[in-house]
Structure formats: C-alpha cells, structure tokens
C-alpha cells in the first residue's frame, strides 16, 4: 500500500510540479482540425464560437444545438473539463448527448489550452479557470435562441471543482452539475487522500520558488514531463486507466495537454493555497449534482463537496465504474438523470 501511495504521490510531481527542462513544449500555432473522439449525433448541430472571458482571453468553443427546437427558447448549458483536456474529447460527448436532449450547449477550451488563445501555453489556474465557465455563460446569455434566466453549467474531473466554485460566486448559473470530479487545489497542494505533509509541501513550494528563478533568468517557462507518457507497468491501476484514454484512438487528441503536452513546471503555484471549494455552501437554494464511479480513485473529492455543500443536493455513485468511465462510456454515464435534474432545476 505504500509504494502505490508513494507511486501516485510521484505521478501527482509529473501531473503538476515537475521540473524537467523541456524548450519544446514553448508556444507554436496550433493546428486546426476536425479530429473528434465522437460522433456527432444526426440530431444534433455543431458551429465553432468563440468568446473572451474578463481577462481577455478568447475562449474556443463548440455550439451544439437541437436540430427540431425550431424558434423556441432553450435552456442553456456550459461544460468544460476534464482537466488538460480539450472540447473536442469528453467535454463535446457530454454537450452532443445534452443537445439532443433539448438543450443549447457551449463545449470549450480552457484558457491557456487547446484552441483557445494564452501566453504561455498549458497554464491553469483555478482563478481564470473558473472564470472560464462564466464567460461561457456570458456567450449562452447573448444567444438569441437561449432563455438567459435557464442556464446551467456542468464540470467534469478538475472542471468539476471549477464548476462548483463558477456556480458559488455566479448566482446567474441556476443549477451545477459535478462529473467524475477532482478538486486540483486540494489534490495539488495535500497530494492524493491528503498524505501530503507540511514538510513536504515546503519544499515543493522552495522548488517552485526556484523554478521561477530560473524561467526569469531565461526569458522563458520552463515545461515538465510529458504526462502519460509510456508506462513501466508499476503504476497505480488510475494511471493505467488515464493513459488508456488519453494515449490511445479512444481518446487521443493532438491538443491535449494530457495527450501530448505537459503543463508548465511552476503550473501547480496558483493551486497550492487557493482552496476553490471554501464557499461551497452559498450555491444553496440552487441545486447541486455530483457524480461519481463507485471504484473511482477521486471518488473522496465528490463525496467531500457533497458533504459540505447544503440541500438541495444530490450525489449519485455509478455502479463498478472507475473516474475514466464517465469520459466517454455513455451506456453508464447517467445522462437521463442529467437531462432530469437540469429539467427540474431550470424551469
């Protein structure tokens, strides 16, 4: 049992808080493609969009709507994640599978990542990350074709605890759904299932301090190691599972962080003392919805938030599945008791 806490505690350093030099991964245009880990239902709509968030960023994103909804209003929906990865992989499964449902969907790419503009490249930050929903809420408000007063928001992985913070602070967002969640402040600056000590945690904070040294001194930032990359076959089972989808066709995409790249070496910095979950408590009287696999590794983090926002909330554990499963297995993702739950949260 220690050596796979230790195995996942040296996964989370190269996850956010490693240190290699890599001049690589330093921005270059991204390449535009067509590349889906889906397909598109044929009763559903596509167009790219794209918006800027308060920071001035121009978020990328996908627009998918209901090809029968006619001139009516829609409710309106906003979903990003997981965490490194990009619109066009589990993010646009879950819009393509809500827009046939009935609703308007705005899939897109975090700032810093993907098609979305950003200097540099693969950065987050649980402050313009969470920002990020907003001004997707911003892009659904203006729609024509979108009932303004009937949006919500839904956040998968390390966008689930992004999702839950937007909606604390945004009392526009009228319901929050929460998928196979993370919270990053909390994994990055305690480690998985908080075993992180203070000792260690101050040396992580003296590297980055002198990470940051180093990316003065060149002009440049400094990259980690590239995340799932090959496997040695001693890792924990949840970093088999992660490379399962990242690194193969199920779902590979050449601009995710998670497929390709690797964040920037001091990216964990913003994380570390910035719990996103603090306010959890003021999304009430609007309802909460979490999801979880039963075998998830992550399964802690929905179970926290649940405990600790107020009613009206519901968590719902999916049967066998593990966090990658409700990626992109729609046989078990519970997408009817989504499409419920919006329903009745969005009238």
Not at 36 to 51: A, E, I, M
Not at 57 to 83: E, H, M, V, W
């Amino acid at each position: 049992m220690k050596n796979t806490v230790m195995t996942a505690l040296a996964f989370l350093m190269i996850f956010s808080q490693a240190f290699a030099q890599n001049k690589n991964q330093d921005s270059k245009p991204m390449e535009t493609t067509e590349h889906y880990t889906f397909k598109l239902s044929d009763k559903v709509s596509r167009q790219k969009v794209s918006f800027k968030n308060r920071y001035g960023i121009t978020l990328s994103g996908d627009l998918y709507l209901p090809k029968n909804a006619g001139n009516r209003k829609l409710a309106g929906l906003a979903i990003g994640g997981p965490f490194g990865a990009v619109k066009e992989q589990s993010s646009g499964l879950y819009a393509n599978q809500m827009a046939e449902r009935g609703f308007a969907v705005v899939a897109f790419d975090p700032s810093y990542t993907g098609e979305s503009s950003g200097e540099p490249r693969n950065v987050a930050s649980p402050d313009i990350n969470t920002e990020d929903f907003s001004a997707a809420v911003d892009f659904l408000g203006l729609q024509k074709n979108v009932d303004r007063k009937k949006i919500g928001i839904i956040g998968i992985c390390g966008f689930g605890g992004f999702a839950l913070n937007a909606t604390a602070a945004d009392k526009r967002i009228k319901a929050v759904i929460a998928s196979t969640m993370y919270d990053m402040t909390r994994v990055m600056s305690k480690g998985y299932n908080d075993v992180v000590t203070l000792e260690e945690r101050t040396k992580t904070l003296e590297k980055l301090g002198e990470q940051r040294w180093k990316d003065a001194e060149t002009g440049t930032f400094a990259y980690g190691a590239k995340l799932n990359d090959d496997l040695k076959g001693n890792e924990p089972q949840f970093i088999k599972e992660y490379f399962d989808y990242y690194r193969t066709p199920r779902g590979y995409h050449e601009r995710s962080v998670n497929s390709t790249g690797a964040w920037t070496a001091t990216n964990a910095l913003s994380f570390m003392n910035m719990p996103i979950l603090s306010y959890i408590k003021e999304i009430s009287p609007r309802p909460v919805l979490i999801i979880a696999g039963e075998k998830a590794h992550s399964r802690y983090f929905s179970e926290t938030a649940f405990q600790n926002a107020n009613e009206p909330k519901e968590l719902v554990i999916v049967p066998n599945a593990v966090h990658v499963d409700l990626y992109d297995k729609v046989a078990i993702i519970p997408f009817d008791k989504m499409e419920e739950f919006l329903l009745k949260s969005l009238k």
